[in-house]
């Protein structure tokens, strides 16, 4: 199944389920800023109570990344925080990923979000 950035903000795969916890590896930076808030507000609805989830994208401030991927969005830990704030998410921790080859790819940010009702 081959699915578009606006399919993502929509899709319910299992209308009987819901999860625990969902993650997403950098897969954010793709979707447009214009359908973050459906996207989210979808993944809310897929999570049980107390559900997590988890966001691994590309540092906002990462030069490397932008000329590597100029396709997709460098969002700030802030602004993304506050988009999952608005949906219901709390936000349990975020912050800088860094590896051994940071220098090569530049850093990371993740988010640690829980849904509270």
Do not use: C
Request: avoid cysteine; hydrophobic fraction near 40%.
């Amino acid at each position: 199944m081959t699915l578009s950035v606006a399919d993502i903000s929509k899709i319910r795969p299992f209308k009987e389920i819901n999860f625990n916890l969902i993650y997403s590896i950098t897969v954010i930076e793709y979707i447009p800023f214009y359908l973050l808030n459906k996207t989210f507000k979808n993944i809310y609805s897929l999570l049980n109570k107390n559900g997590i989830f988890y966001l691994t994208f590309p540092h906002g401030k990462s030069i490397v990344n932008l000329i590597k991927n100029p396709g997709y969005t460098r969002y700030p830990v802030s602004y993304l925080s506050k988009k999952l704030k608005n949906v219901g998410f709390i936000i349990e921790s975020s912050g800088l990923i860094l590896d051994d080859d940071s220098s090569k790819i530049g850093p990371g940010s993740y988010i640690l979000a829980r849904k509270i009702l």
